[in-house]
């Protein structure tokens, strides 16, 4: 299983436990199912607001999000990014279980 490093509070988890996003048309975009379904240099971080504060605030300007993907992206607001991160957790919920069907 390969380990990533969050861009929050910087340790290596297994893949399958952070929230990977990819720069889509200049925005950071998540990966719907974290899994590399969405190609491309991924960024990653817990699924954890403190997490996602770090990561906001770090680097100013939120620029570690475009360091971390080479490229300039716009990053969404603190509330705007822990939603998606907070559904995206019941969304692939149901993609774990609809591919242990299989
Ligand atoms: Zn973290």
Same mark, same amino acid.
């Given at each position: 299983?390969?380990?990533?490093?969050?861009?929050?509070?910087?340790?290596?988890?297994?893949?399958?436990?952070?929230? &990977?996003?990819?720069? &889509? !048309?200049?925005?950071l975009?998540? !990966?719907?199912t974290?899994?590399?379904?969405?190609?491309?240099?991924?960024?990653?971080?817990?699924?954890d607001?403190?997490? /996602?504060?770090r990561?906001?605030k770090?680097?100013?300007?939120?620029?570690?999000?475009? /360091?971390a993907?080479?490229?300039?992206v716009?990053?969404?607001?603190?509330e705007?990014?822990?939603?998606?991160i907070?559904?995206?957790?019941?969304?692939?919920?149901?993609? !774990?279980?609809?591919e242990?069907?299989?």
């Amino acid at each position: 299983m390969p380990f990533r490093r969050c861009v929050g509070c910087g340790s290596s988890k297994e893949k399958g436990e952070l929230v &990977r996003f990819v720069a &889509r !048309d200049g925005r950071l975009t998540l !990966d719907p199912t974290g899994k590399g379904s969405l190609h491309g240099r991924g960024v990653y971080i817990c699924p954890d607001i403190e997490c /996602v504060k770090r990561a906001l605030k770090k680097h100013r300007k939120k620029a570690i999000f475009s /360091v971390a993907l080479r490229e300039c992206v716009a990053v969404p607001e603190l509330e705007e990014l822990w939603q998606i991160i907070e559904e995206q957790k019941l969304t692939r919920g149901r993609y !774990d279980r609809g591919e242990k069907r299989k």
